[in-house]
Structure formats: C-alpha cells, structure tokens
C-alpha cells in the first residue's frame, strides 16, 4: 500500500537528472518558513510540517504548485548557471554534435573540439593513406545544398519552388534502409557506415531521455540523435553519400553530422515505419526551461527527425 501511494506522489519529470536545483531550494526555504510559524504554537507540529513537506520535495520534486512553470518562465539564465542549469535546450544533431563536458549518464562526451586530447569522432575516423601530406589535408564540402546538388541528391522540385530528393537518391537511401532493419541496426553497423574503424573498439547505441539515441565508443559519446529513426536516416545515408563521394570518408565527424543533419529534411517517409513525415514547431522541455524548436516528425510514431531552435532563427 505505502509503495503504492508512493509511486502514485512520485513525479520523474521533476526529480533525480530532471531535478530543478533552484525549485527545490526555493521549495525548501518555503517549507521550512512554514514550519517555523507553525512551530511557535507547537514544535511537534512544526517538525511534522517540515518532515512532510520535505517528503513532497523529494517526491515530487516541489512542493508549491506551478513551481516548475514559474521557473521555466521567470528565472534568469545567470541564475540557472549558477546551478549547474544551462538554459540552452538540448538539441540531438546527430553525428560530432556533442558537449565537451560529461554527459548526463556518466561517460566523457566529446566532440570534433575538445581541444589538446584527441576526441573519439576525431581519432577514428578513415583517413586518406597516400603520405603525409594527404592525411593532414581535410576536404571541406560547400554548403549542404550545394553538395546535394553537387552528388545529385537533390533537385529542383516538380511542382513547388524548393528542392527535393532525386529519384536515384531516394531509391538508394529506401533501399539501404530496407536491407538494414531499422530494429536490427547495432553500435557496430553504426559506426562502420559513419566512417569509424570498428576493429579495435566497441560501439554502442543507447538511449539518451525518451526517444534520443546516443552513439559511443569505449563508452564516449560521438553522436546523439532525436530518435531512432534519425540514426538509421543518417546510417544509411551516409553509405549512399559514399557511394557518391570519392572523399566522403575523409569529412570531419562534425562536417558529416552537418550533411547529414540537413538532409533528412528532405525525407518524405518515416525510415522506420514508412508513414508520412510533417514538419511544425514543438516545445522541448527540460528542468527548468522550455524552447520552441523547429521539428521534422514522423506522423504516425512521433519520431522526431530533426529539430531546430527557433531562437536561432531569429537571430540569423
């Protein structure tokens, strides 16, 4: 029975790795004022007051209603950092789109830039092999539509002004994700298809906070990605592009995730379950703030695709 009303009181949004460190010091401070006036007429009552409430925070993660919401919407980003709270969202973009600090389940996170120590999307991807002049050149493609248009993975589309997949691309990127199975895909496969040398370290897919996939290697994240969905897009759309590209395999991780990123804006089909993919703006909400993004969604499972702040659209 008490594990049951338990389970009933306890709110995971709102507590542990989605705990709010200012909402629970203010709901703290709270808590105890009252128990501090309720104590002046009986310091048993005061106690039990200060003992319940205390239970609520732990629970539930607050004990004033609305307390996250006022949070989200008021506290200042300084204030937030000083709590360890980043204000920034977020945002799952795939392959080297990572932070350089640890991440929220304990393994290093490291990216293309983490400076003096050599990151692991850096140290393992192919590299040309004709001398040493060639391995330190990095080809830099041109912006992402000019290289679809350049691969003739994209075109200009039949009946509206943009540009959509050639029919060849999409062909070959169904194909791909057909032959992979999209439930069968493993860490291995993964980072094979993405350029790492999978012979002497392990891979691994996990997940990272509801639908968010995540890619390491010897635990060390190299890439996370809204969904499943998205890793299989990028999987099989980077074979595609080395199919396509003589130097596909000597891109930078974080040039990759770009391409990649962007060019599952032009699917039309979920890769996962075929249904149709719709475009809109979404919330993503953490502990303490929420932001509008831009998503790409699969309609039929709510797989997110691809997702964008829209703050930095109005910056731009």
Not at 19 to 41: D, E, M, Q, S
Not at 124 to 141: F, Y
Not at 146 to 158: I, K, Q, R
Request: proline share 6%.
């Amino acid at each position: 029975m008490r594990e049951t009303i338990i389970a009933a009181l306890r709110q995971p949004e709102y507590t542990g790795e989605n705990r709010c460190a200012p909402c629970t010091i203010l709901n703290l401070g709270i808590a105890g004022a009252i128990g501090v006036a309720v104590a002046r007429r009986s310091r048993l009552a005061g106690a039990l007051v200060v003992g319940l409430s205390a239970a609520a925070i732990y629970l539930r993660g607050y004990l004033v209603p609305g307390t996250p919401e006022l949070t989200k919407r008021y506290l200042p980003p300084s204030v937030l950092r000083l709590f360890g709270k980043e204000p920034e969202p977020t945002i799952h973009g795939g392959l080297g789109a990572v932070d350089s600090q640890s991440d929220a389940t304990g393994g290093s996170a490291a990216g293309p830039d983490t400076g003096a120590e050599e990151s692991a999307a850096d140290s393992d991807v192919d590299a040309p092999v004709d001398g040493a002049e060639n391995e330190l050149e990095q080809p830099e493609p041109p912006s992402p539509e000019t290289y679809f248009l350049e691969v003739d993975a994209v075109e200009p589309c039949d009946e509206i002004d943009d540009l959509c997949l050639t029919a060849s691309f999409e062909s070959a990127w169904n194909e791909e994700i057909d032959r992979i199975g999209a439930d069968e895909l493993d860490g291995e496969d993964a980072a094979g298809a993405l350029g790492f040398d999978v012979d002497d370290h392990a891979f691994e897919i996990g997940d990272h906070g509801g639908d968010a996939r995540t890619l390491r290697r010897d635990r060390q994240l190299i890439g996370n990605w809204p969904s499943q969905a998205a890793l299989v897009a990028d999987v099989t759309a980077a074979r595609v592009l080395e199919s396509r590209d003589d130097d596909w395999t000597s891109y930078e991780p974080a040039v990759k995730g770009e391409l990649l990123n962007s060019l599952r804006l032009f699917l039309e089909t979920c890769p996962t379950s075929g249904g149709a993919v719709v475009m809109g703006e979404e919330t993503v909400e953490s502990c303490c703030r929420s932001h509008d993004v831009i998503a790409v969604t699969c309609s039929e499972t709510d797989e997110r695709l691809f997702e964008y702040p829209v703050s930095e659209l109005e910056t731009e």
